[in-house]
């Protein structure tokens, strides 16, 4: 498939599919000439696979997160806020 099919099935920008790719989370393109690239079908919808598999686990981390900010006293996330910037 093509950068545009890949963008299509994905819905990730170009930038970003580059991005994943050279943080290794995404398949990798194939070079098919010195200026076409395409990608395997295969590769693309296993990787959409494993996202949507991934997303619909429970995750401790988030759970965890979603306590953590509940547990924050009123005005702490605007002192936060304060010290961040």
Same mark, same amino acid.
């Given at each position: 498939?093509? $950068? ?15 991005? $994943? ?9 194939? *070079?098919?000439? *010195? ?51």
């Amino acid at each position: 498939m093509r $950068l545009p099919e890949v963008r299509a099935l994905t819905s990730l920008s170009t930038a970003t599919i580059y991005r $994943l790719m050279d943080d290794g989370t995404f398949p990798q393109s194939v *070079k098919l000439s *010195k200026r076409a690239t395409a990608w395997l079908e295969s590769e693309v919808t296993a990787w959409i696979a494993e996202r949507v598999s991934a997303s619909r686990q429970p995750s401790a981390t988030a759970a965890g997160s979603r306590l953590a900010r509940q547990a924050l006293p009123a005005g702490a996330v605007a002192e936060r806020r304060a010290v961040l910037s």
